[in-house]
Every structure is written in C-alpha cells, then in structure tokens.
T-cell receptor, first 111, second 111 residues
C-alpha cells in the first residue's frame, strides 16, 4: 500500500545551524504534502504545506521543497532556535480522506 | 472557534473496563480520524469517517469501535480495556487536501 518514509528519525543540530528532514512517498497520485510539529504533550500542528503544482514554499525560517519526479519532499529550517526542538511529521494526501504519515523526526537543538 | 475538542484529557482504566473518548469539531469538516500514539512513536490510524453515518477501519482497529451520527461528533469506544491500549489518543478532522486539525489528546492508562 501507500507509504511515506521519513529520515532521519533523530536529528541533532547546533543552535543557529540549519536542519533538513526528508520524506519519500510511494503514491504518484499524492498531491498535498503537509508538515506538522508536535511539542511534548500536545497534538501535532501544521507548520507548512505544499501542493503538487508548486516546487518550493517558504514561511520565514521554514521552507518545504517538492520533487515530484523523485517523489520526495523536504523540510528546511534555517537559523534553528531552542523552540524548534520537537517531533516533526511529514504526510502525503490525495484528493480524498487518505493522509499517510511519516514515522516522525525528533529534532534536538543543542545550545 | 474551538476547533477539535477531546475529552477527557486523562483517564485511568482497570483491565476489562469500558469507556468512550469524546471528540467534537465545529469546523463542519467531513473527514474525522482517531489515532493512537505510543511513547516515542508515530501516529497509527484506528478508525476514520468520511461523513455522518460512514465509518471505516484504519490499521489498528481491534478493541475499538466508533460511530458518527452527526458531522460534529466522532466518539471512540473502548470495550474490555487491555494494557496494550495504554496510549495517547488523538482525534483529527479536515476536508480533502487541506490541513488536519488535531485535538489536544487523551492520555489513557490501563492498569
């Protein structure tokens, strides 16, 4: 069935450096790709998303890139700050109820 | 705007007891989901609904039941609780190809 692979499972970066998390999806019909941040004890919250007709999207320090040919998309966080420490999930969706989740990446920002 | 509301936030059950986790959304979303998240793990889909009166199993439905009599409410029923059902449960809602909104979660312990 459809799946989304997410790497790495844990990422530790120095404060101020950049962090990159990558996801690969299997269903070429997927056309919506959200990224969620989950802080300790809370539900996941959307931080950025991208649709299949767009190659890149930015929102301040966060950006997402999409390569439809290779079927992968990435989250880029620049100038990382302590409050960026969290678990990040990617997902892929078609034009229906399905929302296939990656396994998550624990991002640790070292002071 | 309340978004997705889950109750209770915490619950301790004894083995063999039953309970209902409540989920309500006020965004008129047609799709609703129940996930469980074990410590340090990702989201596993228990059940989902594409509209009032329509529900279907996800990847881990055993031991659970759902109903969707209205657009707003999507309760999750646990019958004969087992220690393996100790987890954090999240309800989410969305419309196709848009952001999923999550509740704050219900932390359930079965002893």
């Amino acid at each position: 069935g459809e799946n989304v692979e997410q790497h790495p499972s844990t990422l530790s970066v120095q404060e101020g450096d950049s962090a990159v998390i990558k996801c690969t999806y299997s269903d070429s019909a997927s056309n919506y790709f959200p990224w969620y941040k989950q802080e300790l004890g809370k539900g996941p919250q959307l931080i950025i998303d991208i649709r299949s007709n767009v190659g890149e999207k930015k929102d301040q320090r966060i950006a997402v890139t999409l390569n439809k040919t290779a079927k992968h998309f990435s989250l880029h966080i620049t100038e990382t700050q302590p409050e960026d420490s969290a678990v990040y999930f990617c997902a892929a969706s078609k034009s229906n109820y399905q929302l296939i989740w990656g396994a998550g990446t624990k991002l640790i920002i070292k002071p | 705007n309340a978004g997705v509301t889950q109750t209770p936030k915490f619950r301790i059950l004894k083995i063999g007891q039953s309970m209902t986790l409540q989920c309500a959304q006020d965004m008129n979303h047609n799709y609703m989901y129940w996930y469980r998240q074990d410590p340090g793990m990702g989201l596993k889909l228990i059940y989902y609904s594409v509209g009032a009166g329509i529900t279907d199993k996800g990847e881990v439905p055993n031991g659970y039941n759902v109903s969707r009599s209205t657009t707003e409410d999507f309760p999750l029923r646990l019958e004969l609780a087992a220690p393996s059902q100790t987890s954090v449960y999240f309800c989410a809602s969305r419309i196709a190809n848009t952001e999923a909104f999550f509740g704050q979660g219900t932390r359930l312990t079965v002893v």
